[in-house]
């Protein structure tokens, strides 16, 4: 297939008659560790990857916004009623319609504008295409306009147009993988405060690779069970009379459990507390050069949510048990849950025996035949030449 670029520069042409004035590329993502963590104030670790969202753009005169989507083959036209208040603009166009409200609600002079939007990111498979969506517009308007928005402000509004217009509660994690990623490297964010630091993660220099699995399962109740799980951690901290569970530390977790009677709940705090010890060990680890020391705590990750969060299917799990049983160093479903991908770190001239390994699996459990790719670290949100 061409390159995404072009198909969104082709797609401007020959939707407008003329060539954009620019194009901005977004990735999507996977998440080394760091499961529902985000919106539990605490810690994650994603790096971008080379799929990516393209948006091609021009700047319109007055509050109207046009976009042609590749994918859905459609062209829809909204203007500034339609982003007064959230939720005029549905589909697709929501997530695209919720950046421009929400920059406006910020107080920004958003330009119109025309888009072409095309993308190498699958829909549906955990990793992040709505975000790299929201990151592609969000930078392509915030370029035309020359709004005062600098990139680690970005991210917040990017999640405001996914929680409040297109009525997701997801946490910030997959919007600052796809503005603030860096090549080369994973992202370890502070989801309270949004510091960041930029870890090395050099696969090929360790001569290992990270596995992408598509499970193909369908995603089932994924937004429903989602925010179930946010609505029983918010509950697992009024309970523990602290602002978010990222304030309970895992030296302190016995006690904490103890005064939890509800055995779901204390599972669910038990999840997050852990998980967020993984990620600062993982971020340890990598920091000290030990990069397939961190296998373990990948399959623990894996473990805690499928047993303690319940967030797993079989097709999932299978691929995690297929990957470990033929000598993948760590395995674990990466993003929200009830479907998606699984990751697997690698030996780099194992990956095909892992990737045949986890197919054969599938066919013995007689699941849909799942796809893969090997993922390096990609950068974030930019303009391209
Ligand atoms: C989804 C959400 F969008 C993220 O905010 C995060 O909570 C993730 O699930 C789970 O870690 O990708």
């Given amino acids: 297939m061409t390159d995404v670029a072009d198909r969104a520069t082709a797609g401007f042409q020959r939707e407008y008659g003329t060539p954009p004035a620019g194009r901005w590329a977004a990735p999507g993502r996977v998440n080394l560790i760091g499961e529902h963590t985000d919106y539990n104030d605490g810690f994650v670790l994603p790096f971008a990857l080379p799929l990516r969202t393209v948006a091609a753009a021009d700047r319109q005169d007055g509050p109207r916004w046009t976009v042609w ?39 920004h002079d958003v330009p119109g504008a025309r888009l072409a939007i095309a993308s190498d990111v699958p829909l549906g498979a955990g990793l992040s295409s709505s975000a790299a969506l929201e990151a592609a517009v969000l930078t392509a308007l915030v370029d035309l306009g020359g709004l005062d928005l600098p990139a680690e402000r970005q991210p ?46 050099d696969l090929r220099a360790a001569g290992l690779a990270v596995l992408v699995v598509d499970s193909r399962a369908p995603h089932r109740h994924a937004d429903g069970e989602y925010a179930a799980r946010r609505k029983s951690c918010e509950a697992g901290a009024a309970l523990l009379g602290v602002p978010a569970l990222r304030d309970v530390g895992v030296d302190q977790l016995d006690a904490a459990l103890a005064r939890i009677d509800d055995d779901e709940t204390r599972r669910r705090v038990r999840h997050v507390v852990t998980e967020d010890q993984r990620v600062l060990d993982t971020v340890a680890l990598l920091r000290a050069g030990r990069v397939r020391e961190i296998g373990p705590l990948l399959t623990a990750s894996h473990a805690s949510m499928r047993d303690d969060f319940e967030i797993t299917v079989p097709e999932i799990d299978t691929a995690v048990e297929a990957a470990l049983a033929v000598g993948a160093l760590g395995a674990r479903m990466t993003g929200g849950g009830f479907g998606g991908c699984v990751l697997a770190l690698v030996e780099a001239d194992a990956a095909d025996t892992v990737a045949e390994a986890v197919a054969a699996a599938y066919a013995d459990r007689g699941f849909q035949t799942p796809t893969h790719l090997t993922a390096l670290p990609a950068p974030g949100a930019t303009r391209l030449a």
Avoid at 69 to 91: K, N
Avoid at 180 to 193: I, Q, Y
């Fill in 69 to 107: 989507s590749e994918l859905s083959g459609e062209t829809i036209t909204f203007d500034a009623a339609d982003v007064d208040e959230p939720g005029r603009v549905t589909g697709w166009g929501a997530y695209v319609a919720g950046v421009v409200w929400a920059l406006r609600d910020a107080g």
């Fill in 156 to 201: 917040r509004l990017a999640q405001r147009a996914e929680n409040a217009y297109v009525g997701a509660p997801t946490g910030i994690m997959d919007q600052s993988a796809a503005i603030r990623c860096r090549d080369g490297h994973a992202l370890f964010l502070d989801c309270r405060t949004e510091e960041v630091e930029h870890i090395p993660f």
